[in-house]
Nanobody
Framework: QVQLVESGGGLVQAGGSLRLSCAAS????????MAWFRQALGNEREPVAS????????YYSDTAKGRFTISRDNAKNTVYLQMNSLKPEDTAVYYC???????????WGQGSQVTVSS
């Protein structure tokens, strides 16, 4: 069982930056693929970025490429999402998720609201 708790969301002006953190419980954090998803009001949840167990493999959605950076610190059981050059369309609830090497994302955090004002 893995429990995920996000933090770091908030209100920021367009062009600003935020860093989301996701703290995970459990001693097997390093064996999980970690990801960030987001869901804007009225939209479906969409993937933003993911990172492999060692941090060497990352994936970014087209909207995140060049602006967002995912990273992880396995010693701290924490994954991060650094978001720069934020736009109003980045406004959403951001969720942290975990999965084993194969299979669907089975563990989810409670979500952290990010609001970008124009």
């Amino acid at each position: 069982q893995v429990q995920l708790v996000e933090s770091g969301g908030g209100l920021v002006q367009a062009g600003g930056s935020l860093r989301l953190s996701c703290a995970a419980s459990g001693r097997t954090f390093s064996s999980y693929v970690m990801a960030w998803f987001r869901q804007a009001l009225g939209n479906e949840r969409e993937p933003v970025a993911s990172i492999g167990w060692s941090g060497g493999t990352t994936y970014y959605s087209d909207t995140a490429k060049g602006r967002f950076t995912i990273s992880r610190d396995n010693a701290k059981n924490t994954v991060y999402l650094q978001m720069n050059s934020l736009k109003p369309e980045d406004t959403a609830v951001y969720y942290c998720a975990a999965r084993r090497l194969s299979g669907d994302y089975e563990y989810w955090g409670q979500g952290s609201q990010v609001t970008v004002s124009s």
